[in-house]
């Protein structure tokens, strides 16, 4: 039996196209590091200011507070197929995740519709299936 060129492989996914996916693979929930996030913020073009905490405490603890919009950013609303996160993980890896997360970026065929399930934080993306009732 011939082995799988990994060349052609990587052909294969190109003509064809995948859908990229960025998902926590461990108990805790989806979050980026501070470095994950300002990265992030810079790769997508998003306009930022960083304003300190009222709190001596969670200033030192959290640093600056990331505003964008006048709002406080939060990576939760981040899409999970966004170029910009999935940037983010290539260029960091393990230091692109936040507290309690190990972010991780999945390939799916580009036909599949797709959502991501999970359990206590921990994420895995699942086909979406046609239900009756």
């Known amino acids: 039996m011939a082995e799988v060129n990994p060349d052609h492989e990587e052909l294969i996914k ?3 196209g995948v ?6 693979k461990c108990y805790g929930g989806f979050s980026l590091s501070r470095e994950g996030i300002l990265l992030y913020l810079e790769l997508a073009g998003i306009t930022y200011t960083l304003i300190p905490q009222q709190d001596r405490d ?7 507070k990331i505003m964008v919009d006048g709002a406080e950013f939060n990576c939760r ?3 999970r197929t ?3 996160l999935i940037g983010v993980i290539s260029q960091l890896g ?7 997360a190990t972010l991780k970026v999945v390939e799916v065929p580009p036909n599949v519709d797709w959502f991501i399930d999970e359990y206590d934080g921990k994420e895995w993306v699942a086909e ?3 239900t009756w009732r």
């Not at 859908?19 to 926590?24: A, C, E, G, L, Y």
């Not at 969670?58 to 600056?64: E, H, K, T």
């Open 128 to 130: 979406k299936h046609r």
């Open 82 to 84: 966004d170029p910009a």
């Open 14 to 16: 190109h003509l064809y």
């Open 94 to 100: 393990s230091k692109a995740d936040g507290e309690y």
């Open 19 to 24: 859908q990229r996916i960025v998902i926590n």
């Open 77 to 79: 609303d981040i899409p």
């Open 58 to 64: 969670a200033q030192q603890r959290l640093g600056d």
